[in-house]
């Protein structure tokens, strides 16, 4: 993956507190028309990256047809790259959408988070375990 030189967010949505708004564009792996991406700074497998629109909006539900188009775009060339350069054999997407869904950067950002066969014991259920209790429906005896 190659760093982009520079990546200008419309300034007319521009917000001084927000992180991806404010963030180091030597940060930025890739963009194109409405989106960047970015490895996260906290990952959680290596290779997790964030797809984030330019412009700033907190929700998916806020993003233009273009701008999920351009959103999902990078998402895959992203994948593609990850998937060349760590051999990844699955991956996890995510957005946490809201306070309540566990959002902590209020601009919407995309997860993308390469699996590797290994990295849980059994790692079924995937994104279910945000509610533990719930996520081995496998197990469960009243699964219709």
């Not at 593609?80 to 306070?99: C, M, P, R, S, W």
């Amino acid at each position: 993956m190659k760093l982009v030189e520079s990546v200008k967010l419309p300034l007319s949505d521009y917000v001084s507190t927000c992180y991806f708004c404010t963030l180091d564009c030597t940060r930025i792996i890739a963009s194109n028309n409405h989106a960047f991406a970015i490895i996260d700074g906290f990952p959680i497998s290596t290779g997790h990256a964030l797809i984030i629109p330019k412009r700033h909006i907190s929700s998916l539900f806020e993003a233009t047809r273009e701008e999920r188009d351009s959103l999902f775009d990078l998402l895959e060339q992203i994948k593609v790259e990850l998937q060349e350069k760590y051999k990844a054999d699955g991956f996890n997407i995510g957005i946490n959408d809201g306070t309540a869904a566990g959002q902590t950067v209020m601009h919407l950002h995309i997860h993308l988070i390469p699996r590797y066969t290994g990295d849980q014991t059994d790692p079924r259920g995937g994104v279910r375990w945000i509610f533990p209790d719930k996520a081995a429906y496998w197990k469960s005896e009243e699964r219709p």
